[in-house]
């Protein structure tokens, strides 16, 4: 069955103290986009959630975003005791030579520049947080799942509709078809008669018929009512049978609207115009909505 290209998947959870947060929105592209945003020292993560994304998403722009509040991680900063030291005896040179004694709490000395410094835990970071980051992922991309297959199976009732409307209006053009020619040469043939009465000519009806027939084949349309049903048959497999169809079927849509417009073109008929507009328009309403399938 379809399966969309939106969709919106989450997942949360708190592990010893680790809180994480992952969020998952998808919108239509044509081809496979991902944005994925981590926290700095899980960057190396990317790859792998790539690789994730890329086995359940074929195409769609996508945009997945990592949130993490650690609460007990100690290591996220680090003090730099060397520096602290340096500090420490600069001052106490500055003390000996202006003489007396300054207090200065910690609190201040962690303020100079290069006391307190980004921890170089990334490995360690990494180790502790993947799991959980990489589950949450996978829930996320569950819902996200679950969600496009639901707004598929929405699409799907959508075409069917526009599908029937065309099934309708070319089951009325088939009855109409065989009609043309002979309405037309009822027509011609009184048109004729008048003028041929008022002038006092005669026509033979061999000369009437070579022009009926002339216009038959112009107006033949048996051909481009075939491939427009086969190309409705084919769609309808298609939508039913492969996952991944946003493509092909914005190809049939195509199709279908090639052979809508020679009927119209070909016909020479009032009726068969106004039903070849109804499949048109719903042929276009089928070109946009096929856009949101993956």
Not at 7 to 31: K, L, P, Q, T, Y
Not at 230 to 240: A, P, R
Request: charged share 25%; net charge negative.
């Amino acid at each position: 069955m379809l399966t969309s290209m939106t969709g919106f998947g989450s997942a949360s959870a708190d592990d010893h103290g680790i809180s994480c947060a992952v969020e998952i929105r998808a919108v239509n592209n044509r081809f496979f986009k991902a944005v994925i945003k981590l926290p700095d020292r899980l960057a190396l993560l990317e790859p792998e959630i790539d690789r994730l994304l890329r086995d359940i998403v074929a195409r769609g722009s996508i945009v997945l975003t990592v949130a993490v509040k650690d609460q007990v991680s100690t290591s996220a900063v680090q003090i730099n005791t060397q520096v602290l030291k340096t500090y420490l005896d600069h001052i106490k040179i500055l003390e000996t030579s202006l003489g007396g004694s300054k207090q200065m709490d910690l609190a201040t000395l962690f303020l100079l520049p290069g006391v307190v410094e980004a921890g170089d835990n990334t490995s360690e970071y990494l180790a502790t947080h993947q799991g959980l980051v990489v589950r949450l992922v996978k829930e996320a991309i569950v819902k996200l799942t679950e969600m496009r297959k639901r707004e598929g199976a929405a699409l799907w009732a959508d075409l069917q509709k526009h599908l029937n409307v065309i099934k309708e209006a070319l089951g009325q053009v088939t009855t109409l078809a065989p009609k043309v020619a002979k309405d037309y040469h009822d027509k011609l043939k009184n048109r004729v008669s008048q003028m041929l009465s008022d002038a006092k000519l005669s026509l033979s009806d061999t000369d009437l018929l070579r022009e009926v027939a002339l216009f038959a084949d112009r107006a033949d349309i048996s051909e481009e009512i075939s491939r427009l049903g086969g190309h409705i048959e084919q769609f309808t497999h298609v939508c039913q049978k492969e996952e991944q169809a946003g493509r092909k079927l914005d190809f049939i849509a195509q199709e279908m609207l090639r052979e809508a417009n020679t009927i119209a073109s070909k016909a020479n008929d009032a009726s068969i115009g106004r039903l070849t507009v109804d499949m048109k328009s719903a042929i276009d309403r089928i070109k946009e909505q096929v856009q949101n399938v993956e």
